[in-house]
Nanobody, 115 residues
């Protein structure tokens, strides 16, 4: 069974940090572009960051300089290091793995930033 499982979400204070993990099971991530998306209550899902199979990183303007994406293909895992968190980062974060022919989503992990 092919699936992605996110973890690492939780509660943080403004200015705090969290690290999200996305682990693939049933397949390896070597040839996939991996994206992190988020969806806040009442809002559409938006792209946060992406890492290509060639290790090219992209970030949404709202998280540049605060979030860092990385991948460990040997562990079939992609990480999203989130620092200097803001209340507006509160959302369910989803991991996505895709190629031209395939597209997989995880179930999401909740991130709540509040004082």
């Amino acid at each position: 069974q092919l699936q992605l499982v996110e973890s690492g979400g939780g509660f943080a204070h403004p200015g705090g940090s969290l690290r999200l993990s996305c682990v693939a099971s049933g397949f390896t991530l070597d040839h996939y572009a991996i994206g992190w998306f988020r969806q806040a209550p009442g809002k559409e899902r938006e792209g946060v960051s992406c890492i290509s199979s060639g290790d090219v990183h992209t970030y949404a303007d709202s998280v540049k300089g605060r979030f860092t994406i990385s991948r460990d293909n040997a562990k079939s895992t992609v990480y999203l290091e989130m620092t200097n968190l803001k209340r507006e980062d509160t959302a369910v974060y989803y991991c996505n793995a895709r190629t031209v022919l395939e597209n997989y989503w995880g179930q999401g992990t909740q991130v709540t930033v509040s004082s």
